[in-house]
């Protein structure tokens, strides 16, 4: 029986850390399986990139691949992370939760009015995340945090996988850990790999999203529970 976490907040569903495989970073002809795999090797939480072409260059994947997969990662107890690389980000919400995603995570660069889109967002029961850009300072992101889930800092420019981790990102990230209560997490997207998520981790961040360290790897299973094994 599949099982929903739509309602539940983030700080109720994550563990201590977590490790979400990017699956922007799959290999799309075997998509169900590799989930299955790192489903069943420990992964709960699943990133899922939608990308419009305007806000970022590539269009990505979509509501449809995510309508097909929902069922497969909430049978077992899996979450579906949604960060929306769009303009306009609120217009996919409705598309986004009937399609099986838990929670979206919105570009503040793309948000005029923060409030009014988190707000959004729960009026389709799904949990809320703030991204910002490595332009963007981790004062504006803290100051438009309130009524969030989480804050995801990009540890590279959003739209394309594969790219290396900017080392400035953990200084934005120690000054966003100081700027933000206690309780709510810090996710980071962007070049994670076994050489820095401590160092990530240290800085203060519980959430990694991690695409081609898995992905690229030719056992997924192995290559997701070396990065849990860095962080023990």
């Known amino acids: 029986m599949c099982k929903s976490f739509r309602g539940v907040p983030w700080n109720e569903w994550i563990r201590t850390v977590e490790i979400e495989p990017s699956l922007y970073a ?27 072409g305007h806000f970022v260059p590539p269009i990505t994947i979509g509501p449809i691949v995510l309508q097909s997969i929902s069922p497969q990662i909430h049978a077992l107890e899996g979450v579906i992370d949604v960060h929306l690389m769009t303009a306009t980000p609120e217009k996919h919400f409705a598309a986004i939760a009937e399609a099986g995603g838990d929670s979206v995570t919105v570009h503040l660069e793309a948000c005029p009015d923060p409030a009014a889109a988190a707000q959004a967002a729960r009026e389709q029961e799904l949990q809320v995340g703030l991204a910002f850009k490595p332009e963007t300072s981790p004062e504006q992101a803290a100051a438009a ?3 969030f889930d989480a804050v995801l800092c990009m540890s590279i420019e959003p739209g394309y996988s594969g790219q290396e981790f900017m080392s400035d990102a953990l200084d934005r990230i120690r000054k966003l850990r100081a700027l933000l209560p206690e309780e709510m997490p810090i996710q980071v997207d962007g070049g994670i790999d076994l050489e820095n998520i401590r ?34």
Do not use: K, P, W
């Not at 799959?26 to 419009?52: K, M, P, S, T």
């Open 26 to 52: 799959a290999n799309f002809a075997h998509l169900g399986e590799q989930i299955d795999v790192l489903l069943r090797a420990g992964a709960r939480v699943f990133h899922f990139d939608i990308g419009d």
């Open 199 to 232: 160092n990530v981790h240290e800085a203060g961040a519980t959430l990694f999203v991690a695409g081609t360290s898995i992905f690229a790897r030719e056992d997924l299973s192995r290559a997701y529970r070396r990065l849990v094994q860095a962080l023990a």
């Open 145 to 147: 945090a309130d009524g």
